[in-house]
Every structure is written in structure tokens, then in C-alpha cells.
């Protein structure tokens, strides 16, 4: 694996030389101009910098962002760039994992693969202080012509429990009478009480309570010697009424704004099943009455899902569009993670507005597909618009990205340079960082390659399963409008039976998270009858063509 950092200084003199770019539809296509294409191709030990995400590039029709639940197809020619938010979400992975467990498959809608892949940790390098590392590897799949591409991106770790910026941390719980189903409200008080007894003496909680309406149970505290003015306030909840998700939000911010602390971290956390049934219910409703406070003050939003019956299109998009990241938790094992671990330790922020872009080189590669991230698609132009919403990324993060990627018969060199761009959590600076990969570091087997990329392709080709769900044991559903399959198997697919064994040979005594997902493909499995994937990549994919 190569972990080159290229400045953005380079850039600009790159973009200049190296790329020529036509207009096309689908935004920010482009070809290389022929007199310019060796230059696009760096072996390894070259001094030149590798092809970086172009500037601001033609494109009359613009590049709109996919529509919520709509399948990406492969690439289509020339568009060789490929541009997302970065996401550190895992709600899709937990929840789906506790609807096999309970005999059933998930609903495709809820099945978001690149939430399936980050919900293991990578061992990437790391780099010293705030941005990201930038890692890039690949293996062959067993499809014919295809391999997976993966890109690595790292965050530093994070400050000791005693060194980081006093944490000011509004709770929102849902109240409603759907809480009270075992694994919901309970779970929360839990938590919520072993999580106040970790934080520091110098960091403060308030609380807002929603069911039909909210309120502020707990003004911000200072833990310090008021943890058992807490503790009270928590055993004092019980499940009530309807569910007006808008006031609970709303209220939250409102407290969140009034109580901020200057030189802390403040953000809002809200625990709920996302079953909004009162008030304003849609994502973008809610979130239009708390927009001034997102972005003049900067407070964040996570969102951690409970319940069997769970909102994950509404907590999601609320998360996204709330500068935040969703996780979901259905046991007392998994609540304490994300609250006494994950929470306390990250409560900081390495990177604002993280996007991704990724140049192939229509000179070496066919067609690619990046999987997952629909709903984190950003226009090609708007990689360097810093107005552009991306992911808030916190310490010690790992964020990863796969793609398939069909090279050209008998091409080499250079395949494709990753890019990612984030401003400073502090001074709202622009940062860039980039790697590239040749046709060399795609040589190796998928099933042969190092443990992590081997994890991704499991968890990937497992969402992709059941983003098919039941049609596997028939036919793929076909398009009303087009006539061909709504949902084309990743390059090189193996049967949830296979899959499975090969999740077995990444498990380890003392690894749970792999244990886990080797039940759960196997139970995928079972609830499907055994279904076998296809190989190969379905017709009517895209090509990228030279120019």
C-alpha cells in the first residue's frame, strides 16, 4: 500500500498541464487531451505528483445528486470522477443485523453498503494532528477483468480523556410510547447513566425529553459534584404519548444554542426509534427550524438509533443534512460501546466538510462503480466549494470507500488518484490530501490480499446481497422505464454460503464484531434458501473512454 501525500500545492500546476475537460451530462465528465496522456501515468519512484481532481471543470448540465434509493449503474462514459461526502455512519450494519437475528431480511431501502464497511475498523496509517492520511489498494475479483479498488482514509488519534476540550452535550430522548418496548427507553437510561459517571468533572449535560411536545428536564450541568442531579433526572424518564421528533429537535438546539460554551465541544445527541408521528415528520422540515444554529454555531448532530421497529430513512437524513453520523445499538454490549467509548473519546473534531474525489484514467480503466454512498453524492464541481456540505469527522477515524473497477484489456500504469479535501475544525482553513494507485497494486487475489481489504469486500458483497432482497430467488427486478435490472450484482459475487466462509477465515477468538458478521451473512443465507450470486458486471454499463 502506498501512502504518498501530494500538497495542494501541486495541484493547480497539475490541472493545468495534464487535464483537458469537455462538458458532458451526469456533471463533470472530461477527456484527456492524447498529446497529454503519458503524463497521466506515474510509475512508481517518479518525482511528479499523480493526477489530482481537476478544477472546477465544464460541465453546462451540472452533476445532480442521485435520488434517494435510486441504484447506481456503472459509470457511465466519459465521467472518470467520482465525488462523495465522507461518512462515518453504522446504523445500516447494526440495524440490519438485528432484523436477520430476528428471522427476517432487512428492507433493501435500509441496506446502505458503505455503513456495512465502516462498521469495521482499519488499520490505516495515520497522520500527526488534524486531516487525514490518504491509503490505496486493491486486489482482483473473481470476475474476469474486474477488481476492487479500495481507498483508506485515516484521521489522527484522538487526545487523552484529559487533554481534549471540555465536552457541553445535549441529550434528546424520545419519551413516546414506543419506547417502551424493551430495548428502547431502558437501554438508553442505562447507558445514559454509566456514560455520566466516565465523562470529566469539566464537562456538562443537559437533557430534553419529546414525546407529544419537549422539554428541558435538565438545564446544562456541570458534571463536577452534580452527577447525582443526573442520575435523577434519567430515572425520572418513562415512556409517554406520541412522538413529535420536530419539538424534540427543535427544543434541543435551542437549549444546545442557549447554554453554549465557548472553547468546548458542543453538540446535540438524539435517542430515539425515529418513528415520528406528530408534527412536522420529514427530515428537511425539521431541520430547516434548526439551520441557523448548525451553521452560525456549529453544532453537530448524532444520531443513535434503538428499536426492532426503527425510522432509518428519517434518522439518517437527518443525520447527513445535520452535519452529523447515525450508529444504531440493540443490546446493552452495544450501548455501552457507542456511549462510554465512542462518545467520550470522540467528542472532538479532526475535519469539517469532508469530501472525496476520486480521477480514473480513461486511458487504463473501462468502467468503475463506487459502492455505496448515494446518498452522500456531491457534484464534481463542488469538491473545492467549501459552501458544499461534507462529513464531520472526529479522531481516530477510519473512513472507507470501495469501488469495482474493469481495467482496459492489456493496460497499465496509472489507474486513479484519490483526493480528499476537508477545512480545519478551528480556523475553517481548506486542506488537501491525495494518493494514487497503478495497474501493479491490483495484481494480487481479493481473497489473498491483506485482512482488511478482505473485511471491506465481505461486508460489501453482503450489502449488496440483500440490497437485492427477496428477487435473488427469482429474477433481479427490471426498471418499468428502462427494461433492464434495477439491481446488478457487484463484479465477482460469491453465494452468502461462500461469503460466509470467508467471513469465518477473518475471525479471531477475541474479535466479536467478525464473529457477528459471519452469523449474520450465514443467517442471510438461510433465510434466502441459499441463493448464489452471478459473476460479472450485467450489461449496459459504462465505459470510459481515451480521448
Known sequence: MRTWKIRQALLAATVAGGLLLAGCSGGAGGERASDNADKSRRGGGTDAGPMPAPAMPSAPDGDKRQEEGEERDFAPPPDYLSTFALDVDTASYGFARRTL???????????????????FRQDYPRPEGDGFSVNVDGARTDADGWSMMRVGLATGAGESQGERPPAALTFVIDVSGSMAEPGRLDLVKESLGIMTDQLRDDDSISLVTFSDSAETVLPMTRLGDHRGRVHS?????????????????????????????????????LLSDALANTGETSADGILERISDARKEHGITLFGVGVGSDYGDALMERLADKGDGHTTYVSDTEEARKVFCEQLPANIELRARDAKAQVAFDPQTVQRFRLIGYENREVADDDFRDDSVDGGEIG?????????????????????????????????????EESNQIESGD????????????????????????????????????????????????????????????????LTSDDDKSLRDLTAAVRQADRLTGGYGGEDGGGEGEGEIKPG
Open 233 to 269: 433526572a434519567i430515572d425520572q424518564m418513562e415512556p409517554t404519548q406520541s412522538t413529535n421528533l420536530e419539538a424534540g429537535i427543535t427544543t434541543g438546539y435551542d437549549t444546545a444554542v442557549k447554554s453554549r460554551r465557548e472553547g468546548a465541544t458542543n453538540r446535540v445527541v
Open 395 to 431: 479522531p481516530g477515524h477510519t473512513v472507507t470507500a470501495l469501488y469495482a473497477v474493469q481495467m482496459k484489456p492489456g493496460a497499465s500504469g496509472h489507474v486513479a488518484t484519490a483526493n480528499v479535501r476537508w477545512l480545519d475544525p478551528d480556523s475553517r482553513a481548506p486542506h
Open 101 to 119: 437475528a430476528e428471522g427476517r431480511l432487512p428492507d433493501p431501502s435500509t441496506v446502505r453498503p458503505e455503513e456495512f464497511v465502516n462498521s
Open 442 to 505: 491490483l495484481d494480487g487475489r481479493l481473497w489473498e490480499a491483506n485482512g482488511g481489504l478482505r473485511t471491506a469486500a465481505v461486508a460489501a458483497y453482503f450489502a449488496d446481497a440483500l440490497r437485492q432482497g427477496t428477487s435473488r430467488q427469482t429474477e433481479p427486478p427490471m426498471s418499468t422505464s428502462t427494461g433492464s435490472p434495477t439491481w446488478q450484482p457487484l463484479p465477482g459475487a460469491p453465494s452468502l454460503a461462500e461469503l460466509a466462509r470467508r467471513a469465518e477465515e
